[in-house]
């Protein structure tokens, strides 16, 4: 990178000036790039997507709209635990993320952070959030946030990941947490409505990240890491995302009788079929062997959840 550029001006003869050795100067960019390296680690399209079922959650909770400075404090909570629970992530999975080519170029396996300032990042990121939560909303819900983190990174990245093919399924516990911390912050409690939100999201996981596993399969054998599309048939991994689709879908539609009304029942019946649908055109092509593209269900899981969440928040507000 080039120096400062002078312009020739009139001096009079002298010396020549003379060179210090030393590092380059820090650059405006080269801060921004440190700044975009530390949030990435926090993986920002996860942490949009936990907040997605958190703010309906709280909605449905207080039957309407919660007060604006608990919605603030629990979205900004949330936010750096998800971030947090990522950051960890990142720090532990550094040896395997070198060997992916879709998390190779991760700040950590390009060095763009050290693990050591990764590690201090998580852990800071970890105690504002459970203290914020703690301090500003109940025990409960800050009990609930420092569980979540500890599941994802302790029990699911340490353990469940790298040994049994069941990863994806009993993480997903981690997933499904804000919506009972949404709820948590509101309440003080855990009601029914709130532990079927949270199965929702639970059974979502499988139909909503198997394809993007499938997608990826190659990588995840090279890195060691057991996921169902690696240690299973095409077949199995097609039958459990049939299956956790439908219960995906019945297990929205129960919300309906606990006092929902059609503004919830009709959306969330639509997109749910599509749903179901999608499952079973992905399946119909694994055992018509013809080729696949998983990422449309991938993709089209996305916009489900976030359709069925919104219709709770409209209907908590209707």
Known sequence: MSMITERPVSKPAGPPPVRTEGAPPVTKRDVRAVVAAYVSLTKPRIVEL?????VPAMMLAAGGLPSLWLMAVVLVGGALAAGAASVLNCYIDRDIDQLMRRTKR????AHTVSPRSALIFGLVLATVSVVSMAVFTNLLAA??????????????TLWLKRTTALNTFWGGACGAAPVLIGWAAVTGSLAAEAWVLFAVVFFWQMPHFYPLAMKYKADYARAGIPMLPVVASPRRVNAEI???AWLTVLTSLALWPLGMSPIYGLPTLVVGAIFVIEAHKLAGRVTRGEAVKPMRLFHWSTTYLTIVFG???LDALI
């Open 242 to 244: 049939v299956i956790f």
């Open 143 to 156: 009990g609930l946030t420092l569980a979540a983190i500890l599941y994802y990174d302790v029990v699911y």
């Open 50 to 54: 936990l907040l997605v079922t958190t």
């Open 106 to 109: 991760r700040p950590l396996p």
């Open 311 to 313: 219709a709770v928040a």
